[in-house]
């Protein structure tokens, strides 16, 4: 089993710059990608950025040029730098891992508790 904890949301006015953590613990053998969803209300979850083991990043269009996405592997977390901040960008931001464990064949995914982030004024 892995567990995710995630911290560093809140409210934050428009324009302005918020930081996500996550930490992921448990039985890691490896972790293939590292990622953050978000999830508006009455909108399905959807993909904001992904980082790989390797460091290949991706991001939704909506946050490019925006939010940066980094990991730590030694610690196993990731963090997501948001700048710029929207209004459209509130919703519950949510970590994902896909990890493999130890001593269990295969590749497992896990979510987090999810973080608020709201950009109000």
């Known amino acids: 089993q892995v567990q995710l904890v995630e911290s560093g949301g809140g409210l934050v006015q428009p324009g302005g710059s918020l930081r996500l953590s996550c930490a992921a613990s448990?039985?890691?053998?490896?972790?293939?990608?590292m990622a953050w969803y978000r999830q508006a209300p009455g909108k399905e979850r959807e993909l904001v950025a992904m980082i790989s083991s390797s460091g290949s990043r991706n991001y939704a269009d909506s946050v490019k040029g925006r939010f940066t996405i980094s990991g730590d592997n030694a610690k196993n977390a990731v963090y997501l730098q948001m700048n710029s901040l929207k209004p459209e960008d509130t919703a519950v931001y949510y970590c994902r891992t896909e990890s493999r464990e130890v001593g269990r064949p295969g590749l497992y995914g896990y979510w987090g508790q999810g973080t608020q982030v709201t950009v109000s004024s």
């Open positions: 448990g039985s890691i053998a490896s972790i293939n990608a």
